[in-house]
């Protein structure tokens, strides 16, 4: 068997509305520009050496119909006025031969950074566990990003949020890091 190991990920987000919430999914998945790929939801790990692409860049690798991996965070609504979130965290560790973390999470009545500053602090949080030093974490108000004594490269986050506009129209929120294999 082929090793699945992926090469390269890169981050994308979309919302979509429609009269189901299956409609509203696939609307999302549009919106972030992978609808047409067949999409399996895999759990947490950013592998060693990945390399972080722009979503344009890793469309460009792909063929509609291809399976790929992703870490999806998904939330849908259709009650009015209702605000609903989701984000991915990840964390690269200084060290790229040793793994990272990918977060998701979702969320009611968050907005867009409050979303996707905690599934940044959660994936930086699985990694500082992973090294016995989850109480050495510490945010960097200068970098905007967690540090752990020069052990983790880099957090970041993408997160999408809106607001149920329409009285009976679903509306799904998605965000996700998609997994390459070369």
Same mark, same amino acid.
């Given at each position: 068997?082929?090793?699945?190991?992926?090469?390269?990920?890169?981050?994308?987000?979309?919302?979509? +509305?429609? +009269?189901?919430?299956?409609?509203?999914?696939?609307?999302?998945?549009?919106?972030?520009?992978?609808? !047409?790929?067949?999409?399996?939801?895999?759990?947490?790990?950013?592998?060693? +050496?990945?390399?972080?692409?722009?979503?344009?860049?890793?469309?460009?690798?792909?063929?509609?119909? !291809?399976?790929?991996?992703?870490?999806?965070?998904?939330?849908?609504?259709?009650?009015?006025?209702?605000?609903?979130?989701?984000?991915?965290? #990840?964390?690269?560790?200084?060290?790229?031969?040793?793994?990272? #973390?990918?977060?998701?999470?979702?969320?009611?009545?968050?907005?867009?950074?409050?979303?996707? #500053?905690?599934?940044?602090?959660?994936?930086?949080?699985?990694?500082?566990?992973?090294?016995? $030093?989850?109480?050495?974490?510490?945010?960097?108000?200068? +970098?905007?990003? #967690?540090?752990?004594?020069?052990?983790?490269?880099?957090?970041?986050?993408?997160?999408?949020?809106?607001?149920? $506009?329409?009285?009976?129209?679903?509306?799904?929120?998605?965000?996700?890091?998609?997994?390459?294999?070369?």
């Amino acid at each position: 068997m082929q090793n699945l190991l992926p090469s390269k990920v890169f981050f994308t987000r979309g919302i979509g +509305r429609g +009269r189901t919430e299956l409609q509203s999914f696939e609307n999302a998945l549009r919106s972030a520009g992978i609808a !047409q790929f067949n999409i399996v939801s895999v759990s947490s790990i950013l592998p060693p +050496r990945a390399e972080i692409i722009s979503k344009d860049d890793g469309l460009k690798l792909l063929n509609p119909g !291809q399976i790929l991996f992703t870490v999806l965070a998904r939330n849908s609504s259709n009650e009015l006025n209702r605000m609903i979130s989701s984000a991915i965290g #990840y964390a690269v560790p200084s060290d790229r031969d040793h793994w990272g #973390y990918l977060s998701e999470h979702h969320a009611y009545g968050e907005t867009e950074n409050e979303a996707g #500053y905690f599934a940044e602090e959660l994936a930086a949080r699985m990694l500082a566990s992973t090294m016995g $030093l989850e109480e050495e974490l510490k945010w960097d108000d200068t +970098r905007k990003e #967690y540090v752990l004594e020069n052990k983790i490269l880099t957090t970041r986050n993408i997160a999408s949020t809106t607001v149920v $506009l329409k009285k009976d129209e679903w509306t799904t929120v998605v965000a996700a890091a998609v997994l390459i294999i070369m």
